[in-house]
């Protein structure tokens, strides 16, 4: 991956071929949507802040994961930061919009944290990807 630090773009390229085996191994579309937002997530946390993704959040949190300082080894009660990622297949501008809305709102569970939180949504029609900490 390239990263462009006068914008924030990046570029992503496979080296691998994307043959008909690899793609039956993600035949479930929506699974492939998310485990792939989940991937760009966790690019974007790692290149844009100062945090690594440490844990999967419990249901019902409003968050996907938890993070953590990047420096600190130890990955126990070291939460400092939350993520929520969501994927659209191919959207719209008024659905990826409205995703980042509802994202946006769905992290307000857990803010009794005060913690800070981001949230990654990721259309990969366009595609495109918003990175926002809230």
């Known amino acids: 991956m390239n990263v462009s630090p006068n914008n924030n773009s990046f570029v992503l390229q496979w080296k691998t071929n994307i043959d008909q085996r690899v ?76 995703r980042v809305k509802d994202k946006s709102e769905q992290v307000k569970q857990s803010n009794a944290t005060r913690l800070p939180a981001y949230i990654s949504i990721t259309d990969f029609g366009e595609p495109r990807t918003m990175f926002k900490k809230l």
């Open 23 to 98: 793609k039956n191994t993600w035949n479930d579309v929506q699974e492939a949507t998310e485990k792939g937002a989940e991937g760009i997530a966790v690019i974007l946390v790692n290149e844009l802040t100062q945090y690594k993704v440490i844990r999967r959040s419990v249901k019902k949190t409003g968050i996907d994961y938890w993070l953590g300082y990047k420096e600190n080894e130890i990955l126990l009660f070291q939460d400092a930061a939350r993520l929520e990622i969501s994927g659209l297949i191919d959207g719209t501008n008024g659905e990826f919009n409205r």
